[in-house]
């Protein structure tokens, strides 16, 4: 067991668990920010995603002793201030179905929408192919970031 | 729509004074109502509570997989009671048969099930509410309306909360004297009314099995033999118990458990084990040998009549998982004389006897609380999960969460059957499909009525149908995956039609609809190709199929446009027509069908369960073949709803989505792919 401080939604937090704890199982069980799912293990599904340093990553595939004092934004830290424009647009939407997968399809989306303000149906299958949705809310969520696109313009 | 998390709503509850909270009691084919008492304030085994503030409480009584029914449901009961829709909190039941009725979901049954109990719950509500608005203004209670959560009489008006004490008070109006609402005069069941708990899922608040903490919980995991009936043979436990943190370690009945302080422990406790494993009775079986068994139970065919045009085909489709987002889970808390379960499940009353049996506890000691599903596409109908948390709740005193890895859920699932037929079948001198004889096997235990062959009911009009169906050996554990059979039998009907008009030079839609015999469904199938644009020449390298089914109280055609594109099978798009009776929300039967679909589409193309020396060799996503985002077509959906009660629609948008998929492989390529994954032959 080791004791980390890491940088999560702005507030600093230290931990003490085994080194290669996955940043996915800190989030969860030390911290109790349960928006963040366990769908594969493998970094292969994006239920896992949070944003570090502002880019989406795979929590599942991230241990503690990688992190440092590169700042972590989960889907709770995205609502801190009220909805965001990507959630308000995925209720918008109706996109949820079982919903296990859709907080971190809404980080891998905030996190297309700052690389393309803008973007095509085929950026949007490119950029959100590494998060599945067993459910196939795809179509949904191909509307839903069409919608926040036109909101956050 | 408020959406309130059960915590919220027990805060909220707690302490009142008197409200209204009626109960509904479901004995066969009997529904009572029952008040619950009052004097106590939150009280969640009923249906409908009005708190004394004016609050409606709705209690969904079926779990909610991603299908919809804690919204779908609460409209039922708010419509019936006129409540303001966007002021209405719903609270799921735990597992109880007796309070709530049947609780089970499958079978696309839980809308059509509830459809009767939960509008009169909701107009039982209104009618005492009525009465007692009725008796203070000194009018008759039919001068009483509900609407949007107020009550009024001409220039009289009030809100629920200045008339839920007096009507508490009054004794429940008898079943006979209650009129449910006719369809026109519905505000809510009919319109697009958004999931009730959008907000708890898009903020990652929404309470999913793996979402449970409890003071004091361990993490359990299991390492399984892989093959089907393979052994433990030896294990390491002192190396696992050397990670600080693990707890316990021992074999159980289905494999090696260890219990430790969080899930990353437990999983290195897993892997620290080195578990060795005797492959047993089963270490030669493969997926080849299932073919094998398969074509080897294939018999001689009755003649059909003279003067056909024979056709013969053989289709095969693989196992399958169900693969639900969320991975297996339950947690258990058990003490000397009660038992708590927290469990994603779509059996809760089920689960509720079973513990009851496993500890040896009356059923009124065991609770258990149902969270959000993360998808369930039948694989939740069993509890296989749910025993083994129970028993090591048993030993392990403290509350549990039992974790299974997405690799525990895709080499231990109950699959669906891998599944072969012999088909021969005819066209008549007109071209037009005449017969069609049909072997269809299943492995496991089949679906064999009593052996040989019997008629078949095809929605076409043809002299011969009949069809044998058997069970063909296998050590693959089995169960029901969404639309059970039909992920089949529709797959095998509908391709095979297509390959007879084909062979007769008949147009599938054409051919379709002159032998149709179900009107609701060729009204289906007439709309839909007109949506599709049926006919309309497509570019190089595309094509269009149809396919068409009836169950589960609806009727669906589907046409699928595909495009072969470097190799690879692309569907583009994909047009749905389904008459459902009534649509009590539309926004939700998109979902299913939109959802089903995108099952179609990775079913048909990509995902299989291969057999390996007795076991899975597939591990994870990364090698199922379940579709991703650029996978998935645009999905138009089309809803005729004139009928007066609703159909089925949780599976209804998967088996014809499948043979329309294939049928356009066909126009595209020529090619008729009868054994899935298409993808693996595509030429």
Known sequence: MAKFTISVNGKRETVDVLPDTPLLWVLREQLGLLGTKYGCGLGGCGACSVLMDGRTTRSCQTPISEVHDRPIVTIEGISEKGLHAVQKAWMEEDVPQCGFCQTGQIISAISLLKAKPKPTDEEIDEMMAANFCRCGTYERIRKAIHRAAKEMA | ?683
């Open chain 2, 1 to 683: 729509m408020r959406t309130a998390s059960r915590r919220t709503v027990l805060k909220v509850g707690a302490g009142l004074g008197a409200g209204l909270v009626l109960g509904i009691r479901v004995r066969g084919d009997a529904i009572e109502i029952e008040k619950a008492n009052t004097t106590q304030g939150f009280l969640p085994n009923a249906f409908v509570k009005i708190d004394p503030q004016g609050v409606v409480t709705i209690t969904a009584p079926r779990p909610d997989m991603g299908q919809g029914v804690r919204t779908s449901l609460a409209m039922l009961v708010a419509e019936e009671l006129g409540a303001d829709w966007e002021k209405v909190q719903v609270v799921q039941a735990p597992g109880d048969r007796q309070t709530y009725g049947g609780q089970t979901v499958a079978g696309s049954g839980s809308v059509r099930g509830s459809w009767g109990p939960l509008r009169l719950a909701g107009a039982t509500a209104a009618a005492m509410l009525r009465a007692a608005a009725a008796k203070k203004w000194g009018v008759t209670p039919d001068a009483v309306t509900i609407a949007k959560g107020r009550i009024s009489s001409g220039s009289k008006s009030g809100s629920f909360a200045d008339f839920v004490g007096e009507a508490a008070r009054l004794p429940v109006p008898d079943r006979s004297s209650i009129t449910l609402k006719t369809k026109d005069l519905f505000t809510l069941i009919g319109k697009p009314v958004k999931r009730v708990d959008n907000e708890a899922v898009v903020t990652g608040k929404a309470v999913f099995g793996l979402d449970v903490r409890l003071p004091g919980m361990k993490t359990a995991m299991i390492a399984r033999p892989p093959a089907f009936g393979g052994k433990v043979a030896s294990f390491n436990a002192e190396a696992a118990k050397a990670i600080e943190g693990v707890r316990d370690v021992y074999e159980g009945p289905t494999g090696v458990v260890v219990i430790a302080d969080d899930t990353w422990r437990a999983h290195k406790g897993i892997e620290a084990l080195d578990t060795k494993f005797d492959a047993g009775p089963n270490a030669e079986f493969n997926s080849a040998e299932m073919t094998r068994r398969f074509k080897e139970a294939v018999k001689p065919f009755p003649d059909l009549p003279s003067g056909l045009k024979v056709v013969e085909a053989t289709y095969e489709q693989p196992f399958i998982a169900h693969n639900p987002m969320e991975p297996m889970n339950c947690t258990v808390h058990i003490t000397n004389d009660k038992c708590e379960i927290w469990a994603p499940t779509q059996i809760p009353d089920s689960v509720r006897d079973l513990a009851a049996r496993a500890t040896g506890l009356d059923a009124s000691k065991v609770t258990v609380h149902v969270t959000l599903l993360g998808g369930g596409f039948g694989r939740r109908l069993s509890a296989d999960f749910i025993s083994e948390a129970i028993g090591i709740a048993q030993r392990a005193k403290t509350p549990i969460q039992l974790v299974w890895t997405r690799i525990d859920d895709t080499k231990h699932d109950n699959y669906r059957p891998a599944n072969y037929h012999a088909v021969r079948g005819g066209v008549d001198a007109t071209g037009m499909p005449a017969a069609m004889l049909w072997q269809s096997f299943e492995a496991g235990r089949g679906r064999g009525r009593g052996g040989g062959w019997t008629s078949l009911r095809l929605p076409y009009s043809m002299s011969t149908v009949s069809v044998l169906q058997e069970g063909v050996a296998s050590p693959v554990p089995t169960g029901a995956w969404r639309s059970v059979e039909h992920t089949y039998t529709i797959f095998v009907q509908e391709c095979f039609f297509d390959e007879l008009c084909h062979a007769g030079g008949q147009d599938p839609v054409k051919a379709r609809l002159a032998l149709m015999t179900n009107d609701r469904l060729k009204r289906t199938l007439e709309m839909c190709a007109e949506k599709a644009g049926w006919g309309k020449a497509m570019p190089k390298g595309w094509g269009r199929g149809v396919a068409c089914f009836s169950g589960y109280g609806s009727h669906i055609t589907q046409i699928a446009d595909v495009e072969i594109k470097d190799g690879e099978i692309k569907v583009r798009r994909v047009v749905a027509v389904v008459d459902c009776g009534l649509a009590v929300n539309p926004l939700g039967i998109e979902a299913q069908i939109q959802g089903a679909t995108m099952d179609a589409v990775s079913t048909a193309i990509g995902v299989k369960i291969a057999i390996q020396n007795g076991a899975v060799r597939q591990q994870n996503f990364g090698d199922i073949g379940w579709g991703r985002i650029g996978d998935a077509p645009h999905v138009e959906v089309h809803i005729i709803a004139d009928g007066d009660s609703p159909g089925g629609m949780g599976e209804v948008g998967y088996p014809a989505a499948v043979p329309a998929i294939l049928n356009a492989v066909f126009a595209a390529t020529g090619q008729r792919i009868r054994r899935l994954p298409a993808g693996d032959e595509l030429e």
